[in-house]
């Protein structure tokens, strides 16, 4: 069973700090990897989608790695902002015979300090 | 361009009353999902459908809990009889299948207290 862990589960920055979120997961066996943002009582807005080929995707001043065969993904925030503040989650999509569903890490709380 | 749509936004019953959920897919995604959040078990898949077909169900997390799809433009989630311990927030998300990405769209969620 695929097991998708995020460390650290909460992180404070003041604001202009560069932020680095880790994620692991136990089957390399993946299709791509997500990461999302959630705000307090909102729902999950997508920020990028790393296919299991890539090594990175870049939006902004959002920046994803992945390294499939070591499990792991990390996303880059730069120059923090307090907007940054939220929820971070990742995702990987794991399936098999052409479908797949996506298996979520607890996430990281981040907070950014003016 | 609609996301995806849920409602109600927020719904408080009492135990042993029937709440259903309800999601409206985006126009041309033919697979819906329903998943549970809660702070102890963080983001649960319930059962997701490809063209309104149930594929896996196995996160149901028991008879109390139906799910249907009765056309591409609608889902509900029935819980029968709700229990307190069923208070969570509840999204609904959508994508294109096939696809290239498999990419999920969610909606805003569902909260749901049960008292």
């Known amino acids: 069973k695929q097991e998708v862990t995020q460390i650290p589960a909460a992180l404070s920055v003041p604001e202009g700090e560069n932020l680095v979120l880790n994620c692991s997961f136990t089957?390399?066996?993946?299709?791509?990897l997500q990461w999302f943002r959630q705000d307090p009582g909102k729902g999950l807005t997508s920020l990028l989608l790393i296919q299991s080929s890539q090594r990175e995707q870049t939006s902004g001043r959002l920046n994803a790695s992945l390294d499939k065969s070591s499990g792991r993904s990390t996303l880059y925030i730069a120059a923090s902002q307090p907007g940054d503040s939220a929820t971070y989650l990742c995702?990987?999509?794991?399936?098999?015979?052409?479908?797949?569903?996506?298996?979520f890490g607890a996430g990281t709380t981040v907070t950014v300090r003016a | 361009d609609a996301g995806v749509i849920q409602s109600p936004r927020h719904e408080v019953t009492e135990m042993g009353q029937e709440v259903t959920l309800r999601c409206k897919p985006i126009s041309g995604h033919n697979s819906l999902f329903w998943y549970r959040q809660t702070m102890m078990r963080g983001l649960e898949l319930l059962i997701y459908f490809n063209n309104n077909v149930p594929i896996d169900d196995s996160g149901m997390p028991e008879d109390r809990f139906s799910a249907k799809m009765p056309n591409a433009s609608f889902s509900t989630l029935k819980i029968q009889p709700s229990e307190p311990r069923d208070s969570a927030v509840y999204f609904c998300?959508?994508?294109?299948?096939?696809?290239?990405?498999?990419?999920?769209?969610f909606g805003p969620g569902t909260r749901l207290t049960v008292t």
């Open positions: 995702a990987v999509n794991v399936g098999f015979s052409n479908d797949y569903k996506l298996s």
């Open positions: 089957d390399s066996a993946i299709y791509n």
């Open positions: 998300a959508s994508r294109p299948y096939p696809s290239l990405t498999y990419e999920q769209y």
